[in-house]
């Protein structure tokens, strides 16, 4: 079965780091992207960014660039999302998704993780 | 403010048909398929349809997708209760690039 199990719920203030993770089982973990979404407590879904585990190559969205971080450990078949100052506007739920095969032909985002809420307050 | 332009809210009665728009551009849309994906509340998004008109294995037949120029579009057919929820379309950005959503549609079963 594939599975993405995201960590806990984190509190954070201004200003602290953070990385959530992404644990990946039942498929080849290299071979898709993984794809990261943001969703604000009652608004819609923005997509972040992606990364291919394969050789960590990513792709952000322009709105999310530069403030976030995603990387990979191709060894545990773990992705990361992390922050190195996190602002109250963070606040949000954060979700992990299998993304593109990285061959092609597949293009859409299944399974999901169950998704990481952070709240960032002072 | 959303790439892809969705109306915020659909309604209608069980039985009927309902049908959810995704207006895009040439870069997105216009070039590149579109999916859509189901949130209930509180839960994480599902795939719904892939492939502007692909169901994965385990969505009701009722739930089907089209693509025409730099639109899309999601119909629900005999609605259920059980429908009521959000729905998101998505496609590539090529001019970005990367993926983009629409700003969601709640739908109401009346």
């Known amino acids: 079965e594939v599975q993405l199990v995201q960590s806990g719920a984190e509190v954070k203030k201004p200003g602290e780091s953070l990385r959530i993770s992404c644990k990946v089982s039942g498929y080849s973990f290299i071979s898709y992207w993984i794809t990261w979404v943001r969703q604000v407590p009652g608004e819609g879904l923005e997509w972040m960014g992606r990364?291919?585990?394969?050789?960590?190559?990513?792709v952000y969205s322009p709105s999310f660039q530069g403030h976030v971080t995603v990387s990979v450990d191709k060894s545990i078949t773990t992705a990361y999302l992390q922050w190195s100052s996190l602002k109250a506007s963070d606040t949000a739920m954060y979700y992990c998704?299998?993304?593109?095969?990285?061959?092609?032909?597949?293009?859409?985002?299944?399974?999901w993780g169950q998704g990481t809420l952070v709240t960032v307050s002072s | 403010q959303s790439v892809l332009t969705q109306p915020p809210s659909a309604s209608a009665t069980p039985g009927q048909r309902v049908t959810i728009s995704c207006s895009g551009s040439?870069?997105?849309?216009?070039?590149?398929?579109v999916n859509w994906y189901q949130q209930f509340p509180g839960t994480t998004p599902k795939l719904l349809i892939h492939s502007n008109n692909q169901r994965p294995s385990g969505v009701p037949d009722r739930f089907s997708g089209s693509r025409s120029g730099t639109s899309a579009s999601l119909a629900i057919s005999g609605l259920q209760r059980e429908d009521e929820a959000d729905y998101y379309c998505?496609?590539?950005?090529?001019?970005?690039?990367?993926?983009?959503f629409g700003g969601g549609t709640k739908l109401t079963v009346l």
């Open positions: 998505s496609s590539w950005d090529a001019s970005m690039p990367g993926w983009v």
């Open positions: 990364i291919g585990p394969s050789d960590s190559d990513t």
């Open positions: 040439s870069s997105d849309i216009g070039s590149n398929n």
């Open positions: 998704a299998r993304g593109d095969s990285i061959s092609g032909g597949r293009n859409w985002f299944d399974p």
